[in-house]
């Protein structure tokens, strides 16, 4: 079956009775969307009704639905129980992510785990690395048993629902990139750009 961002949202909102906008959020405050600059609010501008930018002198933050506009959970023969459900969009700067505009180098290297996410798309979804967390919930290294795209965790577009109904990628985001090389064609504006990485370095594809 092939679900939609805005289905998603219906039944989100059914169930938690509240209303859920899908409309970008705003803040009134020394963040704005103009001190993003144009590179960055291009890379998002095909995705406004999901995700929104501010950015200050230092910080870029980015609120999004988490959700693609791309077919989600089809695919899949590893199936976890769980299904993707939309983050509600907020305006509070504290509740958004928070993406150094100029990022920097670090002299030591930290190995990523299967926990948490490791960069934002700019549909605003998170990709995780390649190793999903233990059965006991605790951090783990990357091993073949535990990639979800070798055990048919991943639909067709190399994402899945985690285990807070938290949809996100753990390998290259296919379907993204050809939605972005689709619209890149139609409106012959050439954009590489994927996301960021959360320490802000951009990623291109």
Not at 111 to 138: D, E, R, Y
Not at 144 to 153: K, R
Not at 188 to 196: I, R, V
Request: with cysteine; hydrophobic share 40%; charged share 15%.
């Amino acid at each position: 079956m092939i679900w939609s961002a805005l289905a998603f949202t219906l039944v989100a909102a059914c169930l938690s009775g509240i209303v859920i906008s899908t409309q970008p959020a705003t803040a009134a405050t020394a963040a704005t969307a103009a001190k993003c600059g144009t590179a960055r609010l291009s890379a998002v501008k095909y995705f406004k009704t999901t995700v929104s930018i501010l950015c200050d002198s230092k910080w870029m933050y980015v609120s999004s639905l988490e959700v693609p506009n791309d077919e989600m959970m089809v695919g899949i023969t590893g199936w976890n129980q769980q299904v993707p459900l939309p983050f509600v969009m907020s305006d509070v700067l504290s509740t958004m992510w928070k993406i150094p505009l100029k990022p920097i180098y670090s002299k030591t290297t930290t190995a990523t785990t299967g926990v948490g996410a490791t960069a934002l798309m700019v549909n605003g979804v998170p990709l995780f690395n390649a190793t999903k967390p233990s059965q006991s919930g605790n951090q783990s290294t990357y091993q073949p048993g535990t990639d979800p795209l070798l055990t048919g965790e991943l639909d067709r577009c190399d994402g899945h629902s985690g285990r807070g109904d938290d949809y996100h990628y753990h390998a290259y985001p296919a379907c993204l990139v050809k939605t972005l090389v689709t619209l890149s064609k139609s409106s012959k504006a050439k954009n590489s750009l994927l996301g960021w990485s959360l320490d802000g370095f951009p990623i291109y594809g």
